[in-house]
């Protein structure tokens, strides 16, 4: 699933091709996305000039003169520059024909979407509830230390919860914690200010070295150009179960928590 590097990827690739220009027409193959596209939605964008192209959590945002698109990836989904008018494949469901580019969309799981509101997107239900964004300057680990007093839920799952941070997926929320030296086990609440200080920053610092290497690719992840992600080279403890830590040697242990994947080393995690 593309996670916050890959969908802000994305949006650094796709920006200059589409930023201030007109959306000549939207054509939809496949109308039974996530949500069901409907049948206006074409003549209602028909015309609008993108004068900005956002991003919050995994939402890409188009913002357009009378409102904005909201593009979610889902979980195999990728956007793509098309400077032709080459045949689509199979699961090429909708594009964004700007003229002398297409932004085309391609999901084999069509569980990707595309939204259009003319409302504040901040006020949107998808997005109304979400935290801070992790590279924002609102995310400190004083925000997680607040939140995570009397929590018992497992310190990854608690930072995995967009209500409290958006785009901690299950990679980076391993190797921040392993960073950290935290244990992914560990209760939220028996966390110390200082250790969520320094998680903070470990979360900007991995998410930033993924963003850098263009996203992780593990299985159906590519950038707007075809091109896979490099970030899954430098993973320190993520998918390495029985490998030697990076730190001190001892075997990478693996469980299960919240039905994710956890990897961990237990002499330097506590």
Same mark, same amino acid.
């Given at each position: 699933?593309?996670?916050?590097?890959?969908?802000? =990827?994305?949006?650094?690739?796709?920006?200059?091709?589409?930023?201030?220009?007109?959306?000549?027409?939207?054509?939809?193959?496949?109308?039974?996305?996530r949500w069901p596209v409907p049948d206006e939605l074409a003549e209602q964008v028909r015309g609008q000039i993108v004068q900005q192209v956002g991003r919050r959590a995994k939402y890409l945002l188009l913002r357009m003169n009378?409102?904005?698109?909201?593009?979610?990836l889902g979980m195999s989904g990728s956007l793509r520059i098309v400077t032709d008018a080459g045949a689509p494949g199979r699961h090429d469901h909708f594009d964004l024909d700007f003229g002398e580019c297409r932004l085309r969309f391609r999901?084999?799981?069509?569980?990707?979407?595309?939204?259009?509101?003319k409302a504040a997107t901040g006020k949107h239900p998808l997005l109304s509830h979400l935290g801070p964004e992790p590279l924002s300057v609102e995310f400190?680990?004083?925000?997680?230390?607040?939140?995570?007093?009397?929590?018992? =839920?497992?310190?990854?799952?608690?930072?995995?919860?967009?209500?409290?941070?958006?785009g901690v997926g299950n990679i980076y929320a391993n190797?921040?914690?392993?960073?950290?030296?935290?244990?992914?086990?560990?209760?939220?609440?028996?966390?110390s200010l200082a250790r969520y200080q320094r998680l903070a920053l470990d979360i900007k610092q991995v998410l930033r070295g993924a963003i850098e290497q263009g996203g992780t690719t593990l299985r159906d992840f590519h950038d707007q150009e075809g091109n896979p992600g490099y970030f899954a080279q430098r993973l320190l403890v993520y998918g390495k179960s029985g490998d030697p830590c990076p730190q001190c040697g001892s075997p990478i242990r693996h469980s299960r928590i919240g039905q994710r994947s956890s990897f961990f080393c237990v002499s330097c995690q506590r």
């Open positions: 699933m593309p996670e916050l590097p890959e969908v802000e =990827t994305t949006r650094r690739g796709i920006a200059p091709h589409i930023l201030g220009r007109r959306l000549d027409r939207l054509i939809v193959r496949q109308p039974r996305l009378e409102g904005t698109l909201l593009i979610h999901d084999p799981r069509r569980f990707g979407a595309l939204l259009w509101t400190t680990g004083e925000h997680l230390y607040r939140f995570s007093r009397g929590r018992r =839920t497992a310190v990854k799952s608690f930072i995995m919860d967009g209500r409290i941070v958006v190797e921040s914690l392993f960073l950290s030296g935290i244990h992914p086990h560990r209760p939220g609440g028996r966390v």
